[in-house]
Each structure stands twice: as structure tokens, then as C-alpha cells.
């Protein structure tokens, strides 16, 4: 994330939303800044007031007071057809029309733009080979004849239509079922290598937040900020007792994802038949290819544990789920061709788990 | 029987001309009552066209109010609405399509203003969420979504009026009025009853008509994404 020195995309200043007939307002006096290329997750328990925010920044919701600026540029009081043009817009429910076929659901925006045919149908199928679905089998069904999963990446694509600097994404994926979410989830991350788009993503689900954002903003009551800052921070260095028991359980296992292996320390391993061995090192035997094949022999333990492997491009996450279900007091971390690069032991990295997060 | 097939073949041009009035007369009596509706539930449903110093309470009771008024319309006893109109507008034809589209009116306001609330507030927030306005949602959103239920309702006024509309015979209207309270006021003497039977069948046939009508406009309207 780069956005030192730079203007933010996104920036709300001193915005504040009070509902009429109500006393107290929803968001009251909230300034953030969402730097460009960024997903920012907005968190919070229900009623925080982080739909409102994320609504407020295509005026969905129009703010009592305060400023909204776009890529620096006063929206505040720009036409708001206009505005939500230029912004991408995904939410739970889809809303696909559908009376509108999947291609012309994508080029809702793009027509309204009064781009030409032949542009417009280029691009639908550009997006829809982006977001994972064959044109040819999709451009001309109808959003009911498409799975739950379907249609949400129909509505990201819609998002997508008309290249817009800046998404809103509002849980997104938050009905769709843990596993088809996970996937979407990667898919999205996928996308967004691709298109670097700047993205806010309201959610009302930690891990989702943690595993997306570039920054997480945790909300308490009536949209105050609690914090904005790095997932990693914010589970690391809750600001305050609010953020500490909103995160609350798990966090220390949440970092866990955080953490790539491929920046840890990883401990020798001697390959057997190399020559004698110390003692005091786990020794692996290797097939032909030179991948694993077993345990020689792990120090402390009687007898060879069960083998184990996590890739090099995995997180500390994943080493403990292998480690946990295979039952073996040590991982061994390969690398693309599948040959040890070395391993991970289940004792040093709970004794060197560190409480910000880095290991030694 | 024999008798009646050779009353009809006698007077077939008579007939024929009875089945295009009675057709037209509910034809342009409902086709007035939908424009009429469709206005009317517009201007009532869509709150950016009512004015924002209405409550919303007001917005709903205006929307009532319009129901009631048209359901009233149509509980007043068609004899006695034919007859009303008689001083104001004479006469025949135009007396006739008044009233007939008075009661017309009701069924396809009720389904327009069904059709129009029962779709889908998510629908609607994600227009309004790529940046259409008002106008560009109510009419390439809300209305294909809400045509199959307002279809039905100009469905339902169609049949309703098929059968009012004989009443207009006593103010002299077009259509199968005629044979039928002609038959009816002479029963027992030569054909009357062949004209009371060929009043009620017209009707049906009429019907008939209207059916094949609406599958094929149905078919032609209804968006293939939302065809049931």
C-alpha cells in the first residue's frame, strides 16, 4: 500500500448524518481518508452506522454536514445520478434486474455512459472472463438461471462496467454460504490484483475484514472511528478496550493468517543418506525427486511423527491447521517443485509467537 | 336447435356487427381506464412526484383514497350509473365508454399500485446505487417489473366490463345489450329467446376473444427474464 504523500481517493471530512425526528445523530462528525488502490474493510457491530458511511459516499444517504471528496475533487453537491456513475456499487441482496440478461445487467452503466455497442459488448465479456464465467454460456441468460455465487460475481461485474476509480462494496458476500464465500472472497482478491481498484468493504465479519483489507476501520456506536489501521495492528494493538473486545477472541489466531511463512525463520532439516546427522536436528528421507517422502528421524520424539507439508507461499495459519490435523509436532515447508526447504516446529512457534504478531 | 342455427345464419351481419361493438366498447373503455390508472399510480406511488412536504402518511392515505374512491365507483349499480350519465352526456356510444371505464378503473389501479410496490427493494437500491434517476428507474425497472401484476389487473376489468357493458342498452349503447334486453323484454314471442341466448354467448365469445388477446399480448410484453 502506498499512500504516503499522496492524496487520498476517498476522503470524508467532518461528515456527520442525523435521521430526521431522531435526537442523536447516526455518524457524528467522522473524518476518513481511504488512500487510492486500497480495499479498507469498515467494521463494526450492527447499527455502528458503517452502511451508512459507505452510503454516504455516493450519496445514497445524503450527510447533514460535512464534505465528501472524490480523488480531491468536492462530490458534495455534484448531481448524484452522475456521481454514482463514476462509482462502482455492490451489494448482500445482488439486486440484478431480472428482466435484463447477464450482458445487459453488466452494461447498465456503460450505456448509460452512452458508449457505443461494440465497446460495450467487448467489455462485458472482458469482465466477465474477469470475474470467472465463460461469456458465451452466460452473456444471454438471465440472473435467475445463475447460482447464488453467480450472481455476485454478475454484481461485481456490474460494479466493475465502466472502469470506475473507486467500489463500494456493501457485505457483498455476506449471504452467500462459507464455502462458495471463501472462494469469492479469493476470486475478489484476484481481481483486485488485476484492476487495483480503491474499495471500500463493509462487513460485518472479522475474518473476512482481516483476510481482505489493506486497513481494517473499526466503528463503534454512532460511526465513531475507533480505529483505522492495519489488520495486523488492529489485532495486535486494539486503540482502545472497545476495539480490544470487538476483535476479542481469536485474535491471536487471526494474525496466524497475517503471517506468511516465507518471512519466518524456518529451522534446518538434514537430509538422510547426506552424511551423519546431529542429533539434535530432524532428518527426512526424499524420493527420487527429491520431495519428502518421510520422517528419519525428529529429535524428542521415540518414534518418526507423521508427515506433514506446507508450501512456502502459505501463512502460519495454514502450517498450524496441517500441523493440527495431521498431528505432528512439525511441518515441513516446500517450496513450488515440492522439494523441503526446511520446517516449522509446533513448540517454537508458540514459545516465539510474540504478542505484535512476528515470530523472533 | 335447428331453429336457432337458422336465426343466426338470418341475421349474421347483424351478429357480427354486435360482436365488433360490444369488442370496441370494452376495448376503449378499458384502454382509457389504463391510461387513467397508470397516471393515477405513478403520480401516487412514486414519492419524488408527490411533494415532499407530504407526510408519509399522507402519501399512503392519498393512495387509499384513490382505492377507495375507485372501488366505490365500481359498487354503485351499473343501471343506476347508465342512468345518471344520461342527462349529462346523452345517448349511445359516450355515455357508454364513460361508465364502463368508471369501472374499469379499480382492478388495474389496485394491481399498478400492487405490481409497483411489490418489487423488490433491493432491485431498486441497486438502480439507484449505478445511477439512475427517478424517471430512467420507474421506467426501465420498476414498470417491467411490475407488468405481469398490471397486466392481470386490465385482464380482470376486461371481464368485468364484458358483462356491465350490456347494460348500456338502456341508454342505448353499442354491443350485445341490445339483442339481450330486446329478447328479454319481448320473452315468449318469435326469436326472443334466440336473442336472449345470443346476448349471453356473444359475451362469452367476447371473452374468448379477449383471452387470445391477452395470452399473445402477455407473451409480447412480459420481459423473458420474469416470464413465469
Known sequence: MSDAGQSPMIALEGVSKTYPKQSKPAVAELNLQVPEGAIVTLIGPSGCGKTTILKMMNRLIEPTTGRILLAGEDVTDVNADQLRRRIGYVIQQVGLFPHLTIADNIAVVPKMLGWDKRRVASRVDELLHLVGMEPDDFRDRYPRQLSGGQQQRVGVARGLAADPPVMLMDEPFGAIDPITRERLQDEFLEVQRQVAKTICFVTHDLTEAVKLGDRIAVFAARGRLAQYDTPSEVLAHPADAFVAEFVGSGAAVRRLSLLQISQLELAQIVISGAGAAPKDQPVLSVDGAGRPSAWHHVPGSERPPALVTVPLSGTVYDAVDVMLDGRAPVVVVVDDDGRPRGALRWDALVADLRPNGQLR | ?228
Open chain 2, 1 to 228: 336447435m335447428g331453429s336457432y342455427l337458422q336465426y343466426l345464419s338470418e341475421n349474421s351481419t347483424e351478429l357480427v356487427f354486435y360482436a365488433q361493438q360490444h369488442f370496441l366498447l370494452v376495448g376503449y373503455s378499458v384502454a382509457l381506464a389504463s391510461v387513467i390508472s397508470l397516471v393515477l399510480a405513478l403520480v401516487l406511488h412514486t414519492n419524488q412526484l408527490t411533494p415532499p412536504s407530504w407526510r408519509r402518511s399522507l402519501q399512503v392515505g392519498s393512495r387509499e383514497t384513490a382505492l377507495l374512491f375507485a372501488s366505490a365507483a365500481l359498487t354503485v349499480p351499473s343501471l343506476a350509473l347508465f342512468g345518471m350519465l344520461q342527462p349529462l352526456l346523452g345517448l349511445g356510444v359516450t355515455p357508454s365508454i364513460v361508465a364502463l371505464t368508471l369501472y374499469a378503473v379499480y382492478p388495474v389501479l389496485r394491481n399498478t399500485l400492487a405490481g409497483l410496490s411489490g418489487v423488490d427493494p433491493a432491485i431498486l437500491e441497486a438502480a439507484r446505487g449505478v445511477g439512475m434517476g427517478p424517471v430512467r428507474r420507474m421506467l426501465r425497472v420498476q414498470l417491467p417489473l411490475a407488468w405481469p401484476v398490471i397486466i392481470s389487473g386490465i385482464r380482470v376489468a376486461v371481464l368485468i366490463v364484458i358483462s356491465i357493458a350490456v347494460v348500456a342498452a338502456v341508454i342505448n349503447g353499442p354491443g350485445f345489450g341490445k339483442p339481450l334486453q330486446d329478447g328479454l323484454a319481448r320473452l315468449g314471442s318469435v326469436n326472443s329467446f334466440n336473442e336472449v341466448i345470443t346476448g349471453t354467448l356473444g359475451c362469452l365469445l367476447v371473452a374468448a376473444g379477449y383471452e387470445i388477446v391477452f395470452v399473445v399480448v402477455r407473451r409480447l410484453t412480459t420481459p423473458r427474464g420474469i416470464r413465469v
